[in-house]
């Protein structure tokens, strides 16, 4: 049984001089770019995962911006998938789930932003639907959030939302937890 990574929405709007900067993207796309790397120098499928909003009255990743682009440490190469989706839930209306499926009894390594909209989505849908799901804490990022007059900052939005995929959706894991080589490898 292999792993998947599924790098959701790591896209420019996402980043300073962005249309929807987050609490600390580029910690979260240089981690997700260490995984990236993990992947591919083990031959590991990866999955790219980009959110273009259709809505007249969107205000960020809106499709053929410059904002939409992939970040530039998590571009794909030649033969990686790349999903291109309508909705927070990357399975909803897409390939997502054929493109797993071509890699049996897969487990889904799942990274990227935002936490609080986007993975926690992704990770939701993706247990729903029987996959085993790991998310990278260290590779996603959230934004500020207000409601009600409480701001809430991203840090404490990430948290609570990694800690509540953890509780069961998902294994919640760091990068180095992923990228470092088991013990019976370092023998």
């Known amino acids: 049984m292999a792993d998947v990574l599924v790098l959701v929405d790591i896209q420019r709007d996402y980043f300073r001089g962005g249309r929807m900067p987050l609490v600390g993207p580029d910690d979260a796309a240089e981690r997700a770019g260490n995984l990236l790397g993990h992947f591919r120098a083990r031959g590991l499928p990866v999955i790219h995962v980009r959110h273009e909003s259709l809505e007249s009255d969107a205000t960020f990743l809106v499709a053929g911006t410059p904002g939409a682009e992939f970040d530039s440490r998590v571009i794909p190469r030649a033969g990686e998938a790349v999903i291109v989706k309508h909705h927070p839930n990357s399975f909803l209306e897409t390939d997502l789930r054929a493109e797993i499926e071509r890699h049996p009894d897969a487990s889904l390594v799942v990274a990227g932003m935002m936490t609080s909209m986007c993975v926690d989505a992704t990770v939701r849908a993706a247990s729903d639907l029987g996959y085993d799901v790991s998310v990278v804490a260290d590779a996603c990022a959230a934004p500020d959030l207000e409601f009600a007059g409480t701001h809430v900052a991203g840090h404490a939005v990430h948290a609570a939302f ?26």
């Not at 800690?163 to 490898?185: C, F, I, K, N, Q």
Request: charged share 25%.
């Open 162 to 187: 990694i800690r509540a995929l953890g509780d069961a959706y998902a294994d919640v894991v760091m990068t180095a937890d992923v990228v470092s080589p088991p013990a019976d490898e370092l023998r």
